[in-house]
């Protein structure tokens, strides 16, 4: 009932980020898969510093709908994700695509050390052992959720795909540019990652999207 009210209303929304899918690309992809049309403006890196101080905390991204606006990442998409029926369908669900989120998340922290160190050396380092180790164990984490769930033969959550399984799918190319065999020992993510990309509406998004990951990942 969410998903179809949503759709019907056809509230103008609005979502600001870089031109990057990064943190913003869950989100692209929820409206993506719920036929919810939005504006997609993205900002070029060189003109963020004349557009940040009219973004809430100096932060991107932002989400704008009915006079509302709404920053933070995970606001925005939690909001995204209940408007739009990929929020589960009982506290339980949710619950249980908060810690999909969760893992994810840490896995997105963990890259991130490597990615702020000065020294370039060290940088290099962390990254390498990043990608060999540490992305192993979360991928690891990952299939062993989604076997939870029918098997691994369907989504993490449900019956349907949800906003797990769209955070997965939009970081999972990353851990592929930095190491082609991260998914060899996860044969119910490879497959997830088919699932997803043949859904109509995600298939029809997907040459629309960003070309870069981030701004640090060209």
Not at 80 to 90: K, P
Not at 198 to 203: F, G, Q, S, T, Y
Request: with cysteine.
């Amino acid at each position: 009932m969410q998903r179809q009210l949503l759709t019907t209303m056809a509230p103008r929304f609005k979502l600001t980020y870089f031109d990057i899918r990064g943190k913003a690309e869950v989100i692209r992809l929820m409206f993506a898969a719920s036929g919810v049309e939005f504006e997609d403006k993205r900002i070029a890196v060189e003109d963020w510093s004349k557009i940040k101080p009219s973004t809430p905390f100096g932060r991107l991204p932002v989400l704008e709908f009915d006079g509302n606006v709404l920053p933070e990442t995970k606001a925005i998409a939690g909001f995204v994700a209940r408007a739009t029926g990929l929020y589960g369908q009982s506290s339980l669900e949710q619950a249980r695509i908060d810690v999909v989120m969760e893992i994810i998340h840490d896995l997105q922290l963990t890259f991130s050390i490597g990615q702020v160190q000065k020294d370039a050396k060290n940088k290099e380092e962390l990254i390498k052992s990043f990608f060999e180790k540490d992305c192993l164990k979360f991928v690891n984490w990952l299939e062993g959720l989604l076997v939870q769930n029918q098997g691994g033969d369907g989504f993490f959550v449900g019956d349907s795909v949800s906003m797990a399984d769209l955070d997965f799918y939009a970081g999972h190319e990353l851990l592929l540019k930095g190491n082609p065999a991260a998914f060899q020992n996860a044969p119910k993510l490879t497959s997830l990652i088919a699932r997803v990309e043949e859904i109509p509406k995600i298939k029809d998004w997907l040459p629309n999207r960003p070309a870069k990951f981030s701004i640090t990942m060209p």
